[in-house]
């Protein structure tokens, strides 16, 4: 019986998980989804394009594998629509490769009513949610209320949705919520749910499966499994900075509860890192930069959200933060991302630890949000070349060696690839 590898994110999200995915794939058999929703924003360059993936696992565009949609994941049936008319205009059938849990939890458009209504309720204290409806998708989860992709082919799945709906009405304006004046893409409530009811066609399309035992029987052939997730491990629910948080497990505890496998399944764990730092909305970000640097971060690194299109703030690679990702998720082998976006730097830096209230600490206190933190800084000469047409790691610059080698020394993990450019082929193997 084969393990079950899982690629996931260290920081705050963005961090590249959609490429390293795709170029992984072709060693994979099954590439599984295990959390979030659309509020990820997997971003995938090859041959010259572009392409964006919120709900659908990255190795969609490799015929040969299978992707599943596991029992953790929210599906919101019209951006699925749109992901799927968007594959298809670019020659990929989907409905070949692609199966979908029947345990995965919907959400609906009244969900999207709930996200903006709870955000407008918090006021200055607002979380910054992509407002795609995950939190009140997942509260309904755990609230035990939630429909699920199963509960579509139910013959009362109309009178439960409903329910919900009327649930989520009178919840929302009770906050003083208008309701009327709500829009989802510059359309109503009624009219977005009316585009939502059409879009269940398409996700009926495809092949609905027990998860669970789909997974365990891939892993008793031998079929190779890559467990991908989605935001981050500074996300997590239970470890990130709550409440600046995502609603899921994020680590790789979540890939048991997301697609139903037993701890003794996990194999490797491959974490992403930045070679800087990135965060999209609210919440502590220790190392941010509100300089020229800052925006010059922003800028090279075309640092905007795959999903909200907002601005990502920009800061130093955070190493405390690193090694908790590291320790939690038992991350066995790194891949290191965009350290081309600091080619032109004469130093950068590293926080190696925090100063918290006058004392030294490389750990992540309880009191993140609140307490002031200045990160205690370590400067590295910059590499000040171009990294374009390298095609070997041994070859990348002296200097930004040393950069990589100070990051595995600081997390204890070693390096397995770093990547110079978005493009698929400029991933450098150890």
């Given at each position: 019986?084969?393990?079950?590898d899982v690629?996931?994110?260290?920081?705050?999200?963005?961090?590249g998980?959609?490429?390293?995915?795709?170029?992984?794939?072709?060693?994979y058999?099954?590439?599984?989804?295990?959390?979030?929703?659309?509020?990820?924003?997997h971003?995938?360059?090859?041959?010259?394009?572009?392409?964006?993936?919120?709900?659908?696992?990255?190795?969609?565009?490799?015929?040969d594998k299978?992707?599943?949609?596991?029992?953790?994941?929210l599906?919101?049936?019209?951006?699925?629509?749109?992901?799927?008319?968007?594959?298809?205009?670019?020659?990929v059938?989907?409905?070949?490769?692609?199966?979908?849990?029947?345990?995965?939890?919907?959400?609906l458009?009244?969900?999207?009513?709930m996200?903006?209504?709870?955000?407008?309720?918090?006021?200055?204290?607002?979380?910054?949610?992509?407002?795609?409806?995950?939190?009140?998708?997942?509260?309904?989860?755990?609230?035990?209320?939630?429909?699920?992709?199963?509960?579509?082919?139910?013959?009362?799945?109309?009178?439960?949705?409903?329910?919900l709906?009327?649930q989520?009405?009178?919840?929302?304006?009770?906050?003083?919520?208008?309701?009327?004046?709500?829009?989802?893409?510059?359309?109503?409530?009624?009219e977005?749910?009316?585009?939502?009811?059409?879009?269940?066609?398409?996700?009926?399309?495809?092949?609905?499966?027990?998860?669970?035992y789909?997974?365990?029987?891939?892993?008793?052939?031998?079929?190779?499994?890559?467990?991908e997730g989605?935001?981050?491990?500074m996300?997590?629910?239970?470890?990130?900075?709550?409440?600046f948080?995502?609603?899921?497990?994020t680590?790789?505890?979540?890939?048991?509860?997301?697609?139903?496998?037993?701890?003794?399944?996990?194999?490797?764990?491959?974490?992403?890192?930045?070679?800087?730092?990135?965060?999209?909305?609210?919440?502590?970000?220790?190392?941010?930069?509100?300089?020229?640097?800052?925006?010059?971060?922003?800028?090279?690194?075309?640092?905007?959200?795959?999903?909200?299109?907002?601005?990502?703030?920009c800061?130093?690679?955070?190493?405390?933060?690193?090694?908790y990702?590291?320790?939690?998720?038992?991350?066995?082998?790194?891949?290191?991302?965009?350290?081309?976006?600091?080619?032109?730097?004469?130093?950068?830096?590293?926080?190696?630890?925090?100063e918290?209230?006058?004392?030294?600490?490389?750990?992540?206190p309880?009191?993140?949000?609140?307490?002031?933190?200045?990160?205690?800084?370590?400067?590295?000469?910059?590499?000040?070349?171009?990294?374009?047409?390298?095609?070997?790691?041994?070859?990348?610059?002296?200097?930004?060696?040393?950069?990589?080698?100070?990051?595995?020394?600081?997390?204890?993990?070693?390096?397995?690839?770093?990547?110079?450019?978005?493009?698929?082929?400029?991933?450098?193997?150890?």
């Amino acid at each position: 019986m084969t393990k079950i590898d899982v690629l996931l994110g260290l920081q705050w999200g963005d961090e590249g998980k959609g490429k390293i995915v795709d170029v992984l794939t072709p060693r994979y058999d099954v590439i599984a989804r295990f959390q979030g929703g659309p509020n990820a924003g997997h971003t995938l360059e090859f041959n010259g394009m572009k392409h964006v993936l919120h709900i659908i696992p990255s190795g969609i565009f490799h015929e040969d594998k299978i992707n599943l949609i596991g029992n953790g994941v929210l599906i919101e049936p019209r951006i699925f629509r749109q992901e799927i008319d968007e594959l298809t205009a670019k020659g990929v059938d989907a409905t070949r490769n692609l199966v979908v849990s029947k345990k995965a939890h919907l959400i609906l458009p009244s969900h999207r009513m709930m996200d903006a209504a709870n955000e407008q309720a918090k006021g200055n204290a607002k979380i910054g949610s992509t407002l795609k409806g995950i939190g009140p998708a997942y509260t309904d989860k755990i609230a035990r209320t939630g429909l699920r992709v199963g509960d579509m082919l139910a013959e009362d799945f109309i009178e439960r949705y409903g329910q919900l709906k009327r649930q989520h009405l009178l919840m929302a304006r009770a906050m003083g919520f208008d309701v009327e004046q709500f829009r989802i893409d510059g359309m109503t409530l009624g009219e977005y749910e009316q585009v939502w009811m059409e879009s269940l066609a398409t996700l009926k399309r495809f092949r609905f499966v027990n998860s669970e035992y789909f997974i365990n029987r891939c892993l008793q052939e031998d079929k190779k499994v890559l467990a991908e997730g989605a935001q981050a491990m500074m996300l997590d629910i239970d470890f990130g900075t709550y409440p600046f948080v995502t609603s899921s497990n994020t680590i790789t505890a979540g890939v048991c509860t997301g697609l139903g496998v037993a701890p003794s399944t996990i194999g490797k764990v491959m974490g992403i890192t930045k070679a800087y730092c990135t965060r999209v909305g609210a919440g502590p970000f220790p190392t941010e930069l509100f300089d020229e640097t800052g925006s010059r971060l922003c800028e090279l690194g075309h640092e905007y959200g795959a999903t909200t299109g907002r601005p990502r703030r920009c800061g130093w690679i955070d190493l405390p933060a690193l090694r908790y990702a590291c320790m939690i998720n038992g991350v066995t082998e790194l891949y290191v991302t965009k350290p081309d976006v600091m080619n032109d730097f004469e130093t950068v830096n590293m926080c190696t630890a925090y100063e918290i209230e006058g004392q030294k600490t490389d750990e992540i206190p309880f009191e993140y949000n609140t307490v002031e933190i200045a990160p205690l800084l370590t400067p590295y000469k910059g590499w000040q070349q171009s990294l374009a047409g390298i095609t070997e790691y041994n070859a990348l610059p002296a200097n930004l060696k040393n950069y990589l080698a100070a990051i595995e020394e600081q997390t204890g993990v070693r390096i397995a690839a770093v990547s110079i450019s978005p493009d698929r082929k400029d991933v450098l193997f150890k």
